[in-house]
T-cell receptor
Framework: EPEVTQTPSHQVTQMGQEVILRCVPI?????FYWYRQILGQKVEFLVS????????KSEIFDDQFSVERPDGSNFTLKIRSTKLEDSAMYFC??????????????FGPGTRLLVL | RKEVEQDPGPFNVPEGATVAFNCTYS??????FFWYRQDCRKEPKLLMS???SGNEDGRFTAQLNRASQYISLLIRDSKLSDSATYLC????????????FGTGTRLKVLA
């Protein structure tokens, strides 16, 4: 069964450093998402991406964040200058279709980011 | 009112019990509803989609009440392996169909 993969599984970084989180969505999917989950809290939407551009971003997704699909298979999330409060589990998700009745998203295993 | 609201639990039930979780959502324009399961420190995994009047999959039954903006999940004959957090997820329509998650309801099935 095809699945979303993410690397690395864990990342430890110093405050102020740049990190890039990588995702390989399911191959025929067209819609891509990043979510995050701070420990003990709910999963929160960060950004959605379709047709090589951002469709929507949340207020969390400020100028320090960017996304890219550099080569048709990878989907990356970059945090330019990490803050302590960026420590969280980051989930990538992908979906094949988006209609009113069919837009299931499939989640990768996550990257646990710890900012020191 | 929260966008998606769930009782956080925990629900502690014996093996074989029937347990029900509820969820309410605030956006009446939402069209897609889901139950995801999340094990500790793992990704959400799709348990069931909930469309129109609801659906059943084995021991799991999901119901949708659009008038009350309410979704439920019923687990019959619960197993130890059902222990997890159950996430109510609602799409936010308006172009991107991003997911809005509830905080989750924690279930512990006891031997």
């Amino acid at each position: 069964e095809p699945e979303v993969t993410q690397t690395p599984s864990h990342q430890v970084t110093q405050m102020g450093q740049e990190v890039i989180l990588r995702c390989v969505p399911i191959s025929n999917h067209l819609y891509f998402y990043w979510y995050r989950q701070i420990l003990g809290q709910k999963v929160e939407f960060l950004v959605s991406f379709y047709n090589n551009e951002i469709s929507e971003k949340s207020e969390i997704f400020d100028d320090q964040f960017s996304v890219e699909r550099p080569d048709g298979s990878n989907f990356t999330l970059k945090i330019r200058s990490t803050k302590l409060e960026d420590s969280a589990m980051y989930f990538c998700a992908s979906g094949l279709t988006r209609t009113e009745t069919e837009e299931t998203q499939y989640f990768g295993p996550g990257t646990r980011l710890l900012v020191l | 009112r929260k966008e998606v609201e769930q009782d956080p639990g925990p629900f502690n039930v014996p093996e074989g019990a029937t347990v029900a979780f509820n969820c309410t959502y605030s956006n009446s324009a939402s069209q897609s509803f889901f139950w995801y399961r999340q094990d500790c420190r793992k990704e959400p995994k799709l348990l069931m989609s909930v469309y129109s009047s609801g659906n059943e999959d084995g021991r799991f039954t999901a119901q949708l009440n659009r008038a009350s903006q309410y979704i439920s999940l019923l687990i019959r004959d619960s197993k130890l392996s059902d222990s997890a957090t159950y996430l109510c997820v609602v799409n936010k329509p308006g172009g991107t169909y991003k997911y809005i998650f509830g905080t989750g309801t924690r279930l512990k099935v006891l031997a």
